[in-house]
């Protein structure tokens, strides 16, 4: 029975020793989980300070920068996300900051023969609302089968007047031709914004050169419109005059150059023409940015104007700044105060919302070991003289020739006595390291001298560089600098480059050639070997001059004396006035008239075409083919309309709420959730949410166990 009794006491003894264990593990436990929830989460910022949910900024003539945009954070703030939403609104510039520079491209086709003069006085009253800003400029084309007239940039009232008055309708409409004239006098202005005001009420139904259809004609000009504005950053604003107009084409013009379309009657085309010409002068913010904490390091920014909505995140530029150490930083409390410099370089209003910044609050020691390396920097009262530099602290080894002090003891390279001397045969690397000099070191001499490193019998080595083959041969940094060929590309394959496109290489990419001459590198049919055509407006031969004003087409006739001589050039002042018969009939797909100058002008450079391929083809049943307007099942945006082509006719679908681009409705903005981390349930739940309650229930259930034993070892 002892031995019964020792082995109940010795059982019982052994359970108290666990639950002491035990107990000891719980408070264990305890504090590794009270320390993993040691940062707390914050209630989310979506305020900017004091209690303001949407900022507006205005900047004013001239632009500038604003500080006045605050957010107001924990000390310490472990980031977890920081996002805001930035919106452009456009202001009127009254003044020079923002001139315009405008071409007035105006049809005088014969559909225009009876609105020639209120089309004449409508343009006016557009060029007297655009000078009304000194700086602004105008210019002027009038085009029919081909361009008539034009007139350069100007803000001389009276030469632009007159040259509108002497506007006369007649013949075809090119609508390209018009785009392509007012690109050719708006490509070289310095302006910060450059438009075309498109004013017609036909169809275009003639193309720039070759063999034309309708179809092809709305083709080139909705690409020379396209061509417009991805070159030259140039808008086209278009106006209908009639329900005859070609109302999609416009559409299509104004939407691929980023400009608007208007359809008005002869009663409010002024106030439209008014509406444009201050429209166009509208002054976004330009080159946009935020600076959080206003530290230098821009954590938002936005090329050219501003004219829409962005949204950015600021997650790592917040949490470098929120030990409140930053210019644009101030303590309040536990808090820091965070100015934000919004900055833009003209006029516009800027809309800060959608703020939204989550995180947990923890306490950040106030120094810490920044670099990794073991030592404190000196300004927290350690010995690492650069704390952001892992090789650099008091126990590295000082390298010679890097014009630093590796080891913290205040001297550097040479001065540094670890520097003097060498065993003869030691090598270390030579401090340039860049290129071909990669891998390069230097031996100690016999009398223990380090010797320098000589660069010149590296395989390549060239100071300065002049090979250009993809190698850093002077062992800079930089790869052929200064060496490689200029390239240019020759989008129509037609031999010759163009000069505005070009690419730096050792050798030439696909599609790039050396030459750079060809003045239209769209047109295979325009470079300086082709031949000039002297009645189409064209510079065919890039040669600078056009038609008439090309030798190639100077005229001749016999002098009085006999043998041949050029003509007087005071032919070229007469005004020429073509009359044409009705077209033809159609026989092998071509029409054709007779055109006859009243005036016998010595010069036919305007004279109509006398030709034109047949616009509808009979078939043997005896039916037209239809006009083809669109590819069935294709869809387009007009605005935020989704219009799709149905039976050969454009149909709207539907108006989308969030915008349309590319033929489909825009996605609905994503709103930012944040998915919460619940407390696992069961046994885990109750490890992890409570230890101690656990532990504690442990504990008592092993007492409960420990007195069953000890009163059955009793009996």
């Not at 082709?530 to 510079?539: L, N, S």
Request: proline share 5%; charged share 25%.
């Amino acid at each position: 029975m002892q031995c019964e009794k020792g082995s109940g006491k010795g059982f019982l003894g052994n359970i108290l020793i666990l639950t002491t264990i035990l107990f000891l593990l719980s408070f264990s436990f305890s504090f590794i989980a009270s320390s993993e929830q040691s940062c707390q989460d914050i209630t989310p910022v979506t305020e900017f300070y004091p209690l303001t949910p949407t900022k507006i900024i205005i900047f004013y003539e001239g632009g500038g920068s604003d500080s006045s945009t605050k957010i107001l954070v924990p000390i310490g703030l472990q980031v977890y996300n920081a996002s805001m939403k930035v919106t452009g609104i456009p202001m009127l510039s009254q003044t020079i900051e923002k001139p315009a520079d405008v071409v007035i491209i105006n049809d005088v086709s014969g559909s225009m023969d009876d609105k020639i003069d209120d089309t004449k006085e409508a343009a006016k009253n557009f060029t007297e609302v655009l000078l009304n800003n000194t700086e602004n400029m105008a210019g002027l084309v009038s085009y029919s089968t081909q361009v008539v007239s034009w007139v350069d940039l100007t803000n001389d009232k009276v030469l632009l007047f007159n040259e509108i008055d002497s506007y006369v309708a007649m013949n075809e409409t090119c609508v390209a031709c018009g785009i392509v004239k007012g690109v050719e006098i708006l490509q070289d202005s310095e302006k910060p914004v450059k438009a075309m005001l498109m004013l017609t009420d036909g169809k275009a139904n003639r193309c720039t050169y070759g063999v034309c259809t309708p179809y092809m004609a709305e083709k080139q000009a909705l690409n020379r419109a396209e061509w417009a504005w991805l070159n030259y950053n140039i808008s086209i604003y278009t106006v209908s005059f009639s329900e005859d107009a070609d109302i999609e084409l416009l559409e299509g013009i104004a939407n691929v150059s980023k400009g608007m379309y208007y359809h008005i009657t002869w009663t409010d085309m002024n106030d439209i023409y008014y509406d444009i010409a201050s429209e166009i002068p509208l002054s976004y913010p330009t080159n946009p940015s935020i600076d959080i904490g206003i530290d230098g390091s821009v954590e938002w920014s936005y090329p050219g104007e501003l004219g829409t909505t962005d949204y950015f995140e600021f997650i790592s530029g917040l949490q470098d700044i929120v030990d409140c150490d930053c210019p644009g930083c101030s303590v309040t409390g536990d808090d820091c105060l965070i100015s934000l410099e919004v900055t833009s370089e003209t006029a516009g209003m800027m809309i800060l919302d959608w703020l939204n910044i989550t995180g947990c609050y923890e306490e950040i020691p106030p120094c810490y070991d920044n670099d990794g390396d073991g030592y404190l920097a000196e300004e927290c009262d350690g010995d690492d003289c650069d704390d952001s530099d892992y090789y650099v602290n008091p126990g590295a080894v000082e390298i010679c020739d890097d014009e630093k002090d590796n080891d913290c003891d205040g001297l550097i390279d040479a001065s540094d006595s670890d520097c003097f001397g060498c065993t003869p045969g030691e090598t270390r690397l030579c401090s340039d390291q860049n290129g071909v000099c990669e891998g390069s070191y230097e031996t100690c001499t016999a009398e223990g001298t380090w010797p320098g490193c000589d660069y010149s019998s590296i395989e390549d080595y060239e100071d300065p560089e002049v090979t250009c083959d993809v190698k850093d041969n002077d062992c800079d940094g930089e790869t052929d600098e200064d060496v490689k060929n200029i390239y240019y590309f020759d989008s129509d394959n037609d031999g010759y480059g163009d000069a505005g496109n070009w690419y730096e290489a050792c050798w030439p990419p696909e599609g790039y050639i050396t030459d750079n001459t060809d003045c239209d590198d769209s047109n295979p049919e325009i470079n300086p070997e082709a031949e000039e055509v002297c009645d189409d407006e064209i510079d065919n031969d890039c040669d600078g001059d056009i038609d008439s004003e090309d030798s190639d087409c100077q005229e001749e006739e016999p002098p009085e004396e006999g043998g041949r001589g050029p003509i007087s050039t005071s032919g070229l002042s007469c005004m020429q006035e073509w009359e044409c018969t009705e077209w033809g009939e159609c026989v092998n797909g071509v029409q054709t008239r007779t055109c006859t100058d009243r005036n016998n002008c010595p010069m036919d450079y305007l004279k109509p075409d006398e030709t034109k391929t047949c616009e509808m083809v009979e078939e043997e049943v005896g039916e037209e083919t239809p006009e083809i307007i669109c590819i069935e099942g294709t869809r387009t945006c007009v605005g935020d309309v989704l219009r799709e082509c149905v039976d050969n006719t454009w149909q709207d679908v539907e108006t989308c709420q969030w915008g349309c681009e590319d033929g489909a409705c825009g996605p609905e903005p994503e709103e930012v959730i944040e998915e919460e981390e619940g407390t696992p349930g069961g046994l885990v739940g109750l490890i992890t949410g409570s230890p101690v309650a656990f532990w504690g229930i442990i504990f008592i259930i092993i007492i409960i166990l420990a007195g069953a034993a000890y009163w059955k070892a009793k009996k």
